[in-house]
């Protein structure tokens, strides 16, 4: 079930309603059941990986709380030990299960293309059949999300759940199940066991941010995305002016494309009355690709940064060694990007951030230093624009992997966007296409309602006008909205990673 759809729009209302009139002791139940149903919608014989996620997860936090039991009433270092290796198995098994689920459904054609052009390389009369398997939605987060559990419990941050019904809620909470944000078991479990009163506050401010949501996916994102296939789909016919205004285009729509799921589903849950965590901070605009992923995507960069990142060795005998912690940045991008899908353009996505980042860690003690030199520091603003254009400019150039089709298709592109020719006759082609220019008026407006709203909280402004001012702007907005959004259902992007 997409949340752009009829379907929602009627699940929701009817799921709100009942939620509020059943009695606290069985509302985690019946959000169980409509989390599951929402899941089914879309195909429902993989709610089977679902629930074998969540019993896999939840017997080893079980097992793993034993074992931290018995270590506190056992002083013996033997016995510390023992316990301690146990819980190590337990994860471990707990991980290898559930990243075995994911790599067969997710990657296992891509690894089986692989060694076949390595076989037919070599002349090797081997060939590993294709596998028609539909990649079940949603399967990246909730995994992630349940292994981030695991660890928690096996570091003693989170305490093992016991109630098997409200951990599957906690896995298959149906605002986030399909793309997050991936939240942390210390954070959601604890709002699961919460008493919600109905508060006609959240439910206002929830809506007015599923609007926002809607807005971005819906008038912009999909508008885009038509443009940008025609390009990206169609490489060999294109020349240099179209490959840039796709390549910046892409952003765009996968920002509001991505963001905008991510509104609909905090605000969703906000009208639950439970609170999700922010996954995007106007990444747009940032200054630095570390800073880019500081606000991109904020829930996996920092499930790799807390769970992956620090767990891999950068420090030996109290001394940081700093070849250690590149190669860490390097690992940990290289599995984003692959996180990101089963296209060895994804993993060169990552591998590309992953140098920006150590350029950027390298270099910036002299760049630093060039800014001082040249007196750029004393003209702070010509600072800050200057990198977020280079940024962006740097963050378009991974998009040519990322978006393309394949290898081929990321050099074809590169290559034709060299091709400097017609360009006047290309602006006014694009120009004159009427729904990419609407486009380009409408992120116009969100980058202002966004800067506005960062300084002055422009939805705190509006509630301050009267009631009939302010409503009346609301409603506009839904009708806006009606009449130039893109209304078809289109699946959100994320949906494929």
Request: glycine share 6%; proline share 3%.
């Amino acid at each position: 079930m997409l949340f752009n759809s009829i379907e929602y729009l009627i699940f929701f209302p009817v799921v709100v309603a009942l939620y509020y009139i059943i009695s606290h002791k069985w509302r985690w139940l019946f959000l169980l059941i409509a989390s599951y149903y929402f899941y089914m919608c879309w195909k429902a014989e993989y709610i089977v990986l679902i629930i074998a996620t969540t019993l896999v997860v939840y017997y080893t936090g079980i097992l793993m709380g034993r074992g931290n039991a018995r270590s506190k009433e056992r002083k013996a270092r033997s016995e510390e030990r023992r316990a301690k290796s146990g819980k190590r198995m337990y994860l471990i098994l707990c991980i290898i299960i559930n990243l075995g689920i994911l790599a067969f459904f997710k990657y296992v054609n891509l690894f089986g293309d692989s060694f076949n052009f390595f076989f037919k390389e070599f002349n090797i009369l081997y060939r590993f059949p294709e596998l028609n398997i539909l990649v079940p939605v949603g399967l990246s987060f909730y995994t992630f999300q349940s292994i981030g559990y695991t660890i928690d419990v096996y570091r003693g941050v989170t305490t093992p759940e016991t109630h098997p019904g409200k951990f599957a809620l906690f896995v298959a909470f149906f605002p986030q199940l399909l793309s997050g944000p991936i939240e942390r078991s210390r954070r959601l479990l604890p709002q699961i066991h919460e008493k919600k009163e109905f508060s006609e506050e959240l439910l206002v401010s929830g809506l007015k941010l599923m609007v926002w949501g809607f807005f971005k996916k819906l008038v912009i994102a999909d508008r885009l995305g038509t443009f940008v296939s025609s390009v990206y789909d169609n490489p060999t016919g294109q020349s240099s002016v179209p490959i840039i205004a796709a390549t910046v285009l892409f952003a765009f729509q996968l920002y509001c494309d991505f963001s905008g799921y991510t509104d609909i589903a905090r605000g969703s849950a906000r009208v639950l009355g439970f609170d999700l965590m922010i996954n995007f901070n106007r990444p747009l605009i940032a200054k630095s690709i570390t800073e880019f992923w500081q606000r991109w995507h904020i829930s996996l960069t920092s499930w790799f940064r807390d769970y992956l990142f620090f767990s891999l060795p950068y420090i030996r005998k109290n001394k940081i060694i700093h070849w250690r912690i590149y190669l860490n940045m390097l690992i940990t991008f290289l599995l984003i990007g692959l996180w990101h899908g089963a296209k060895w353009t994804f993993v060169f996505f990552g591998l590309i951030q992953g140098f920006y980042m150590i350029t950027e860690a390298v270099t910036q003690k002299y760049r630093h230093r060039i800014n001082q030199t040249l007196k750029f520091d004393k003209i702070p603003k010509l600072v800050n624009i200057g990198s977020t254009c280079i940024t962006f400019a740097l963050l378009c150039f991974s998009i040519l992997f990322f978006r393309a089709n394949s290898f081929s298709d990321s050099f074809l592109l590169i290559g034709r966007s060299f091709h400097f020719t017609n360009i006047a006759g290309s602006i006014m082609d694009i120009l004159g296409n009427n729904e990419v220019t609407f486009a380009i008026l409408q992120i116009i407006i969100l980058l202002v309602v966004e800067q506005y709203h960062a300084k002055h909280n422009l939805i705190k402004w509006v509630g301050n006008r009267p009631v009939y001012l302010s409503w009346t702007i609301y409603i506009a907005f839904v009708f806006y909205i009606l009449i130039f959004g893109i209304l078809s259902k289109k699946e959100f992007l994320y949906f494929q990673f």
